[in-house]
């Protein structure tokens, strides 16, 4: 995990906050209620559910740029996100075990990040 992120982390952001946070700052913007907002998707819907990363990094590739989500659409980055880590379930993801929150999501969460830099043509 990066410093930005960490530091995210360090305020109590969610990964789904992390992901948009670090979004509206490539986009130099501020949205203190987004932000807010995003903690709904948290956990999987806090439910255990749809990933909160993955469920942020859509929100936040059709907040930047509508037509390129379009292009790339919601079930193409899901189907890159299943591929990449195994699921799209947060419940599926942790194995069942908390501790898989400290270990697997900050990975997941930095290279989901990073393919919406790619697909957004982010440096």
């Known amino acids: 995990m990066n410093e930005e992120m960490f530091e ?3 305020k109590g952001y969610c990964c789904s906050q992390i992901i948009m946070e670090l979004g509206l700052r490539r ?3 501020e949205n203190p209620d987004l932000i807010a907002a995003m903690a709904g998707l ?8 749809i990933c909160g990363i993955l469920s942020a990094a859509i929100c ?4 930047a740029d509508p037509e390129e989500a379009a ?3 919601a079930a193409a980055f899901s189907e890159w996100f299943e591929d990449a880590f195994g699921s799209t379930e947060c419940d599926v993801l942790m194995e069942g075990n908390p501790l898989n929150r400290a270990e697997k ?3 997941m969460l930095e290279a989901s990040f990073m393919k919406v830099c790619e697909l957004l043509e982010w440096e």
């Open 105 to 107: 999501c900050p990975a």
């Open 60 to 63: 936040l590739l059709y907040l």
């Open 27 to 29: 986009l130099d913007k």
């Open 42 to 49: 948290c956990n999987g819907l806090w439910q255990g559910k």
């Open 8 to 10: 995210l982390r360090l």
């Open 71 to 73: 292009r790339f659409n």
